[in-house]
């Protein structure tokens, strides 16, 4: 597949990523949480990045990964 | 067959009903320390401490020529704005797979990327749970006798880790699953 194809079928699997994260997370759970951890959850939201996330609000990868269940958002890969 | 596994991969798979499914694909998950660094809730933590003392899961030694291969693919990662991040948890996941010429299971899009792009890393096998779960049901680890009960298979661990699979790779695998299963 060349480079250009490649990148344009990234960006389509990301788009629709983050459509579905953002439209499956609990955004009333989110927006109550103290900011680092708000932060990190939007921040996954967008991004899909769970180790960066995780970094962001001070957890290891298991302790975000339990925080974003109950955000109810969606990994999506 | 022996893989390596990194972190998302082992902390989302924790959380599956059939978790010990694992043990009928492969024979020994190889894991970076960094990954075990990564883990800290009970579910997830009890689980690492019964594969490690079943030998199912090998903590790997991080050797010379494989902190080479991940000094390569970090500069991969870090030139190329392009490519979603990987972490050094995947860094390491990579490097142990491509030294040790194993598949590597992870959910990292970064990790899936940087060996669709670089020539030389398109020889490690990267699968995630889709892949693995489809492994299992073609070796008839999970009992499939129609197109519901593979799709069944993978719903449970939708439900399970509030893991989505992209719609087209979700369709196409259950497709060729039925194709290679039921002829159909």
Request: proline residues 4%; neutral net charge; hydrophobic residues 45%.
């Given at each position: 597949?060349?480079?250009?194809?490649?990148?344009?079928?990234?960006?389509?699997?990301?788009?629709?990523?983050?459509?579905?994260?953002?439209?499956?997370?609990?955004?009333?759970?989110?927006?109550k949480?103290?900011?680092r951890?708000?932060?990190?959850?939007?921040?996954?939201?967008e991004?899909?990045?769970?180790?960066?996330?995780?970094?962001?609000?001070?957890?290891?990868?298991?302790?975000?990964?339990?925080?974003?269940?109950k955000?109810?958002?969606?990994?999506?890969? | 067959?022996?893989?390596?596994?990194?972190?998302?991969?082992?902390?989302?798979?924790?959380?599956?009903?059939?978790?010990?499914?694992?043990?009928?694909?492969?024979?020994?998950?190889?894991?970076?320390?960094?990954?075990?660094?990564?883990?800290?809730?009970?579910?997830?933590?009890?689980?690492?401490?019964?594969?490690?003392?079943?030998?199912?899961?090998?903590?790997?030694?991080?050797?010379?020529r494989?902190?080479?291969?991940?000094?390569?693919?970090?500069?991969?990662?870090?030139?190329?704005?392009?490519?979603?991040?990987?972490?050094?948890p995947?860094?390491?996941?990579?490097?142990l797979?491509?030294?040790?010429?194993?598949?590597?299971?992870?959910?990292?899009?970064?990790?899936?990327?940087?060996?669709?792009?670089?020539?030389?890393?398109r020889?490690?096998?990267?699968?995630?749970?889709?892949?693995?779960?489809a492994?299992?049901?073609?070796?008839?680890?999970?009992?499939?006798?129609?197109?519901?009960?593979?799709?069944?298979?993978?719903?449970e661990?939708?439900?399970?880790?509030?893991?989505?699979?992209?719609?087209?790779?979700?369709?196409?695998?259950?497709d060729?699953?039925?194709?290679?299963?039921?002829?159909?």
């Open positions: 597949m060349k480079l250009e194809e490649l990148l344009r079928k990234w960006r389509a699997e990301d788009e629709e990523a983050r459509r579905i994260r953002r439209s499956e997370a609990d955004w009333s759970f989110i927006e949480q103290p900011p951890i708000k932060a990190a959850l939007k921040y996954y939201v991004a899909g990045d769970m180790w960066v996330a995780s970094r962001i609000a001070g957890l290891t990868v298991d302790e975000f990964n339990e925080l974003r269940k955000a109810n958002i969606p990994v999506v890969a | 067959m022996q893989a390596v596994v990194d972190t998302c991969f082992l902390i989302d798979w924790a959380g599956y009903r059939r978790r010990e499914l694992l043990k009928s694909v492969f024979n020994r998950l190889l894991v970076p320390r960094q990954v075990l660094d990564e883990v800290r809730s009970e579910r997830t933590a009890e689980l690492v401490g019964q594969w490690l003392s079943e030998g199912f899961l090998y903590l790997a030694p991080v050797t010379r494989v902190e080479e291969i991940a000094e390569a693919i970090a500069r991969y990662a870090i030139l190329n704005s392009r490519i979603p991040a990987v972490e050094e995947e860094v390491y996941g990579l490097a797979a491509k030294a040790y010429s194993m598949p590597l299971l992870t959910e990292n899009r970064g990790a899936v990327r940087l060996t669709q792009l670089y020539p030389e890393l020889d490690i096998r990267v699968m995630r749970a889709l892949e693995v779960l492994l299992a049901i073609e070796r008839r680890a999970i009992e499939a006798a129609s197109r519901e009960d593979v799709e069944k298979a993978f719903a661990y939708i439900a399970d880790t509030k893991h989505r699979f992209p719609r087209k790779d979700l369709k196409d695998t259950v060729r699953l039925c194709r290679v299963l039921f002829g159909s």
